[in-house]
């Protein structure tokens, strides 16, 4: 014998019921019983309707006539012509009696849990008595039975509990007699010794089949939905949510306890007993494997089995000397939330018994408030302990998984994964069976900790960036191309996901979870994006909350590097090539560098000084290791090299400026890189980071550029260049009549930095350079005579955004 249990959705109308019909006839040849809810929304509608009624609201009329018209329009979609007449005036009769109990309400405008209980009861005694009269017009084999009958509760109206023994022999005794071989029974409803109806808790039709399959003892118990079993997280909440194919009872009871309204929690203790297999089925999936819940099974080795978590949770904290090693003080605490019937969701006492915190539903925090403080009155005011403290906006998320008590590590990952996400933990729970651990949280990262929790558990083969770019020009849009095209690279061989999930110009910003196609951005961005606000595109990327947040910022923007410290205070990793955060105050640089340690969020720059050179890693590396750096020679500029290793007086000096540009070495403003500012910044972000304290103030910059060009707009610049042109023409004649190239060097010596324009002859290191190469020569007590070279492209779009894809793959290594 088996027991199937279909609900909700299953039963929603005469389609569904048709799929269940094919499940419950399909190769069944034992005897059955089909235990059924009632149709989808109609208890909800029977206690709108009362709840109307007892207000003297007229409106549970016009509800009771939309319940009836559905159930009559049902039978007519289900049950042949010729058989619908008997069905019809038993449905019509059981509509006539919840009328009359409806008026009764409305005339004395009161509902008592008894009443209650009667009325959303029609909902299963009319969808079991329908399909009970389809089955039997598919086969002569079924009959309707009522659970009422044999399922005896005691008389706690709306969660009733079920007198188990006689309820056992009187399913044994029913159906040891009884002849047929489908029964159709009427879910959730049960009734007490004197006959009235009660009903088992809402979700209770569950339950009802659980009490079956325990009583008869069955071999299986199937529960058939709308989901393909029980998922390891809520789909609705992770993507990659995937079906578990097998639980033990106990883990399902965690799991179904802790939110997953898969299953309704009452269910699995009859089942766990008696270890019946039971099976979670999807209706319309029928040839999905679904959930097996099972006493034990050795294969399988995950220690995790699911993630769960509750909403909309608050917080009670109890603290004070007062507590401290009194026998008896919890109870009180305990007694006093029991008394008020608030539920506790989860506890947690610290071993110096200082404090007990108590995770209780949000709604009932001022009554529980209220109850514990006029409980501990006498100890408030003699100061020994405080009052209450609320916390309310918290969620508790949870690990389940019975296997975690024998693999060490779980709770660490946990945490630690939380942790580096920016989610702070305000309370843990694990309990002693070690089958769930149980953290309190802001119910604003939820969403944020279930899913970089799945990654971790279930998905740890692919890791998810989440990507923001700040600047789409030269740099930015060249980055998205190669995001582009190695995107499927990264996922198949290095199992990362990258999702670019917004992208900002100084005209406009688009941000959009569900991910812009890199190549279309610029489409994206015309018919979808808005007037671009620097700090509107930070607070949306803080909203989100998305987990292994990265913010690009591939601007020269300073209002943009200005955020970077409130990103990384919400755990948003920085890469910036805009050098004009790391080459700001030293303060201000050494408070990103600290916040981004405090906050697990990498802040990098490496094409900050040579673009995708790799000068700043190798500058780390050298300092992390004990080395020490005495002395730093340097051409940081591709710009100026560009520009020297191309100008001889052959083309005005102003033209082969504006081909720099137009190849996308100079900066926005290429002023900046002229007048030597683009060097001065990158020879005191080398300088800092290998350890000293210095400022733009401190570097001496012995610029070349007539102070004249200066003055006004770039078009500006580049005029009062050509107007200046002899002035070039001598300072190239000279070096070359030197028999020397011009190269705009960058040092740091001893504690100093300058920068200016040399002539360097034939033999020394910084000759041979060409294009817009750069080198750098460090020189450390373990290179002290031979430094350490490091040379090439230190410039143009492309190395700079490979420079920035790289910083951005160091992220989600990280
Ligand atoms: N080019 C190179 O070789 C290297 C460059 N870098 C750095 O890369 C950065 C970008 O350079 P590059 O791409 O050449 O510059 P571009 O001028 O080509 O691009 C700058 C981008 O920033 C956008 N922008 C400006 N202000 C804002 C703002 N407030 N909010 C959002 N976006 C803004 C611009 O928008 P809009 O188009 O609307 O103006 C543009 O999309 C610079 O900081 C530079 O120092 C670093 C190493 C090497
Ligand atoms: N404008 C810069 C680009 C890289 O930082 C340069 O010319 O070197």
Same mark, same amino acid.
């Given at each position: 014998?088996?027991?199937?249990?279909?609900?909700?959705?299953?039963?929603?109308n005469?389609?569904?019921?048709?799929?269940?019909?094919?499940?419950?006839?399909?190769?069944?040849?034992?005897?059955?019983?089909?235990?059924?809810?009632?149709?989808?929304?109609?208890?909800?509608?029977?206690?709108?309707?009362?709840?109307?009624a007892?207000?003297?609201?007229?409106?549970?009329?016009?509800?009771?006539?939309?319940?009836?018209?559905?159930?009559?329009?049902?039978?007519?979609?289900?049950?042949?012509?010729?058989?619908?007449?008997?069905?019809?005036?038993?449905?019509?009769?059981?509509?006539?009696?919840?009328?009359?109990?409806?008026?009764?309400?409305?005339?004395?405008?009161?509902l008592?849990?008894?009443?209650?209980?009667?009325?959303?009861?029609?909902?299963?005694?009319?969808?079991?008595?329908?399909?009970?009269?389809?089955?039997?017009?598919?086969?002569?084999?079924?009959?309707?039975?009522d659970?009422?009958?044999?399922?005896?509760?005691?008389?706690?109206?709306g969660?009733?509990?079920?007198?188990?023994?006689?309820?056992?022999?009187?399913?044994?005794?029913?159906?040891?007699?009884?002849?047929a071989?489908?029964?159709?029974?009427?879910?959730?409803?049960?009734?007490?010794?004197?006959?009235?109806?009660?009903?088992?808790?809402?979700?209770?039709?569950?339950?009802?089949?659980?009490?079956?399959?325990?009583a008869?003892?069955?071999?299986?118990?199937?529960?058939?939905?709308?989901?393909?079993?029980?998922?390891?997280?809520?789909?609705?909440?992770?993507?990659?949510?995937?079906?578990?194919?097998?639980?033990?009872?106990?883990?399902?009871?965690?799991?179904?306890?802790?939110?997953?309204?898969?299953?309704?929690?009452?269910?699995?203790?009859?089942?766990?007993?008696?270890?019946?297999?039971?099976?979670?089925?999807?209706?319309?999936?029928?040839?999905?494997?679904? +959930?097996?819940?099972l =006493?034990?099974? @050795?294969?399988?080795?995950?220690?995790?089995?699911?993630? #769960?978590?509750?909403? !909309? &949770? %608050?917080?009670?904290?109890?603290?004070?000397?007062?507590?401290?090693?009194?026998?008896?003080?919890?109870?009180?605490?305990?007694?006093a939330?029991?008394?008020?019937?608030?539920?506790?969701?989860?506890? +947690?006492?610290?071993? =110096?018994?200082? @404090?007990?915190?108590?995770?209780?539903?949000?709604?009932? #925090?001022?009554?529980? !408030? &209220? %109850?514990?403080?006029?409980?501990?009155d006498?100890?408030?005011?003699?100061?020994?302990?405080?009052?209450?403290?609320i916390?309310s906006?918290?969620?508790?998320?949870?690990?389940?998984?019975?296997?975690?008590?024998?693999?060490?590590?779980?709770s660490?990952?946990?945490?630690?994964?939380?942790?580096?996400?920016?989610?702070?933990?305000?309370?843990?729970?694990?309990?002693?069976?070690?089958r769930?651990?149980?953290?309190?949280?802001?119910?604003?990262?939820?969403?944020?900790?279930?899913?970089?929790?799945?990654?971790?558990?279930?998905?740890?083969?692919?890791?998810?960036?989440?990507?923001?770019?700040?600047g789409?020009?030269?740099?930015?849009?060249?980055?998205?191309?190669?995001?582009?095209?190695?995107?499927?690279?990264?996922?198949?061989?290095?199992?990362?996901?990258?999702?670019?999930?917004?992208?900002?110009?100084?005209?406009?910003?688009?941000?959009?979870?569900?991910?812009?196609?890199?190549?279309?951005?610029?489409?994206?961005?015309?018919?979808?994006g808005?007037?671009?606000?620097?700090?509107?595109?930070?607070?949306?990327?803080?909203?989100?909350?998305?987990?292994?947040?990265?913010?690009?910022?591939?601007?020269?923007h300073?209002?943009?590097?200005?955020?970077?410290?409130?990103?990384?205070?919400?755990?948003?990793?920085?890469?910036?090539?805009?050098?004009?955060?790391?080459?700001?105050?030293?303060?201000?640089?050494?408070?990103l560098?600290?916040?981004?340690?405090?906050?697990?969020?990498?802040?990098?720059?490496?094409?900050?000084?040579?673009?995708?050179?790799?000068?700043?890693?190798?500058?780390?590396?050298?300092?992390?290791?004990?080395?020490?750096?005495?002395?730093?020679?340097?051409?940081?500029?591709?710009?100026?090299?560009?520009?020297?290793?191309?100008?001889?007086?052959?083309?005005?000096?102003?033209?082969?400026?504006?081909?720099?540009?137009?190849?996308?070495?100079?900066?926005?403003?290429?002023?900046?890189?002229?007048?030597?500012?683009?060097?001065?910044?990158?020879?005191?972000?080398?300088?800092?980071?290998?350890?000293?304290?210095?400022?733009?103030?401190?570097?001496?910059?012995?610029?070349?550029?007539?102070?004249?060009?200066?003055?006004?707009?770039?078009?500006?610049?580049?005029?009062?260049?050509?107007?200046?042109?002899?002035?070039?023409?001598?300072i190239?004649?000279?070096?070359?009549?030197?028999?020397?190239?011009?190269?705009?060097?960058?040092?740091?010596?001893?504690?100093?930095?300058?920068?200016?324009?040399?002539?360097?002859?034939?033999?020394?290191?910084?000759?041979?350079?060409?294009?817009k190469?750069?080198?750098?020569?460090?020189?450390?007590?373990?290179?002290?005579e031979?430094?350490?070279?490091?040379?090439?492209?230190?410039?143009?779009?492309?190395?700079?955004?490979?420079?920035?894809?790289?910083?951005?793959?160091?992220?989600?290594?990280?």
């Open positions: 014998m088996k027991v199937l249990k279909f609900g909700g959705t299953s039963v929603a005469a389609i569904n019921i048709k799929k269940v019909a094919s499940i419950v006839f399909k190769d069944q040849p034992e005897k059955l019983i089909v235990v059924v809810s009632a149709f989808s929304g109609v208890t909800d509608l029977l206690l709108k309707a009362s709840s109307f007892s207000t003297g609201d007229y409106q549970y009329k016009e509800i009771h006539q939309g319940i009836e018209k559905a159930h009559l329009y049902c039978i007519k979609e289900l049950v042949a012509l010729q058989k619908q007449s008997a069905v019809l005036s038993e449905i019509k009769q059981l509509c006539n009696e919840l009328e009359e109990l409806l008026d009764g309400i409305y005339k004395l405008q009161e008592s849990p008894k009443t209650r209980d009667k009325v959303v009861s029609f909902g299963e005694l009319m969808s079991s008595r329908i399909i009970a009269a389809y089955f039997s017009d598919l086969s002569a084999e079924a009959a309707w039975v659970s009422r009958e044999l399922i005896k509760t005691d008389s706690k109206f969660y009733a509990n079920v007198l188990k023994s006689f309820t056992d022999e009187n399913i044994a005794l029913y159906f040891k007699a009884a002849k071989r489908v029964f159709v029974a009427p879910g959730f409803i049960a009734s007490n010794s004197n006959g009235n109806t009660t009903t088992l808790g809402r979700g209770g039709s569950d339950y009802t089949a659980a009490i079956f399959a325990s008869l003892k069955v071999k299986s118990l199937e529960i058939w939905t709308d989901v393909s079993g029980m998922m390891t997280a809520d789909p609705r909440v992770v993507t990659n949510a995937k079906p578990i194919a097998y639980l033990t009872y106990k883990e399902a009871m965690e799991l179904s306890h802790f939110g997953a309204k898969v299953i309704y929690p009452p269910t699995i203790q009859p089942v766990m007993d008696l270890e019946i297999p039971t099976a979670i089925k999807n209706t319309f999936k029928p040839e999905d494997a679904g +959930t097996l819940l =006493s034990d099974y @050795s294969n399988g080795s995950d220690r995790i089995k699911g993630i #769960s978590s509750i909403n !909309k &949770v %608050a917080i009670l904290t109890l603290e004070g000397s007062g507590m401290v090693g009194i026998p008896g003080f919890s109870k009180l605490l305990f007694e939330l029991a008394n008020d019937h608030i539920n506790v969701i989860l506890i +947690t006492q610290s071993s =110096s018994e200082h @404090s007990i915190t108590v995770a209780i539903n949000e709604h009932d #925090s001022l009554r529980a !408030k &209220v %109850a514990i403080d006029s409980v501990f006498n100890y408030i005011e003699k100061g020994i302990i405080y009052p209450v403290e916390e906006d918290m969620a508790i998320i949870a690990v389940v998984g019975d296997k975690m008590k024998s693999m060490p590590g779980t660490g990952l946990m945490f630690s994964t939380l942790g580096k996400n920016g989610i702070n933990i305000r309370a843990i729970a694990q309990g002693s069976s070690e769930n651990i149980s953290a309190v949280i802001s119910n604003a990262d939820i969403k944020k900790a279930v899913n970089v929790l799945h990654e971790v558990f279930f998905e740890a083969s692919k890791k998810q960036l989440n990507i923001f770019v700040s789409v020009g030269n740099v930015g849009k060249k980055l998205l191309q190669q995001i582009s095209r190695q995107k499927q690279y990264l996922a198949d061989k290095h199992n990362v996901q990258l999702n670019v999930i917004g992208v900002a110009n100084s005209r406009k910003m688009l941000v959009k979870p569900i991910g812009i196609l890199e190549n279309d951005f610029e489409k994206e961005l015309g018919e979808y808005h007037t671009s606000d620097v700090e509107k595109f930070t607070d949306e990327i803080i909203a989100l909350n998305l987990r292994n947040s990265v913010f690009i910022d591939c601007t020269a300073a209002e943009v590097a200005r955020t970077y410290a409130k990103l990384i205070k919400k755990s948003v990793s920085v890469v910036a090539c805009n050098k004009i955060a790391a080459s700001a105050g030293y303060w201000e640089y050494l408070e560098k600290h916040l981004s340690n405090i906050y697990n969020a990498p802040f990098l720059f490496e094409t900050n000084v040579g673009a995708a050179l790799p000068i700043i890693g190798t500058l780390n590396d050298l300092i992390k290791t004990g080395d020490v750096v005495n002395k730093i020679q340097a051409v940081l500029s591709g710009t100026l090299n560009f520009v020297f290793n191309n100008y001889d007086g052959t083309k005005p000096f102003s033209e082969v400026v504006r081909q720099a540009q137009a190849e996308g070495f100079t900066e926005p403003d290429p002023r900046l890189d002229l007048g030597g500012t683009d060097v001065m910044r990158k020879i005191l972000i080398l300088a800092r980071e290998a350890g000293y304290a210095l400022n733009m103030e401190d570097i001496d910059n012995n610029g070349f550029l007539p102070a004249s060009c200066f003055d006004g707009s770039v078009e500006d610049f580049y005029k009062e260049m050509s107007i200046q042109e002899a002035h070039f023409k001598a190239y004649d000279k070096a070359a009549a030197n028999g020397c190239k011009l190269k705009f060097v960058a040092t740091f010596d001893n504690g100093k930095a300058n920068v200016g324009l040399q002539e360097i002859p034939e033999n020394h290191d910084l000759y041979n350079l060409f294009g190469d750069n080198i750098v020569l460090f020189y450390t007590n373990r290179y002290p031979q430094p350490l070279v490091i040379k090439g492209a230190g410039a143009g779009a492309d190395v700079t955004a490979s420079g920035v894809f790289a910083d951005m793959m160091r992220v989600a290594s990280h």
